[in-house]
């Protein structure tokens, strides 16, 4: 079973549709949780991390339920410019300051005009 | 300011070869992490280094290894290359000193081909 599990995708959704992406982790040691964006033969960036309150940026939604390992990311008002893969992702921690990021498999979003 | 550089950006080996990646990090960081990405699977931790010494280690055979220079640059040493090694090599750097939400700043990526 891996560490961090998502939807396998991939999404098709029309522009300004709401869509919502779910990711379980297995180890509660985890402390850290975020949601990177993917282009297409490019590197991960940051979208946004993942607190336990929920934060919001803009159209994009995240929630971290800590009891039940879960993590969300809701786009409202798709954009064409939101296709991308998108990946969840934990940091752990270890002795000392030394931690690692773990990622999910990642779930493609193709947003259609 | 300068962000992660890695080099080179695109490389096609042969089978049994030997290939190294090179990383330098972003300006202030002083640790770096290598992940391997597969065609559509996300990237995975082969290993960490600070103070050229390796700290983290992922599932990664002997073969891979690398080193730390004392200007905290970083280089990926692949031996013996196999078909399953072609991915997306990545490198990601970030500060020792205290985890920061979204203090790792990632590089463009080594793309690797094996033949």
């Known amino acids: 079973r891996k560490e961090v599990e998502q939807d396998p995708g991939p999404f098709n959704v029309p522009e300004g549709a709401t869509v919502a992406f779910n990711c379980t982790y297995s180890n509660s040691a985890s402390q850290s949780f975020f949601w990177y964006r993917q282009d297409c033969r490019k590197e991960p960036k940051l979208l946004m991390s993942?607190?336990?309150s929920g934060n919001e940026d803009g159209r994009f939604t995240a929630q971290l339920n800590r009891a039940s390992q879960y993590i969300s990311l809701l786009i409202r008002d798709s954009k064409l410019s939101d296709s991308a893969t998108y990946l969840c992702?934990?940091?752990?921690?270890?002795?000392?300051?030394?931690?690692?990021?773990?990622f999910g498999t990642g779930t493609l979003l193709a947003v259609q005009p | 300011d300068a962000g992660v550089t890695q080099s080179p950006t695109h490389l096609i080996k042969t089978r049994g070869q030997q290939v190294t990646l090179r990383c330098s990090p972003k300006s202030g960081h002083d640790t770096v992490s290598w992940y391997q990405q597969a065609l559509g699977q996300g990237p995975q931790f082969i290993f960490q280094?600070?103070?050229?010494?390796?700290?983290q280690r992922g599932n990664f055979p002997d073969r891979f290894s690398g080193h730390q220079f004392p200007n905290y640059s970083s280089e990926l040493n692949v031996n013996a290359l196999l078909l399953g090694d072609s991915a997306l090599y990545l490198c990601a750097s970030s500060s020792y000193s205290g985890f920061l939400p979204g203090g790792y700043t990632f590089g463009s990526g080594t793309r690797l081909t094996v033949v």
């Open positions: 280094y600070y103070e050229e010494e390796e700290r």
């Open positions: 993942v607190y336990s």
């Open positions: 992702v934990v940091n752990r921690a270890y002795g000392g300051a030394t931690n690692k990021l773990i």
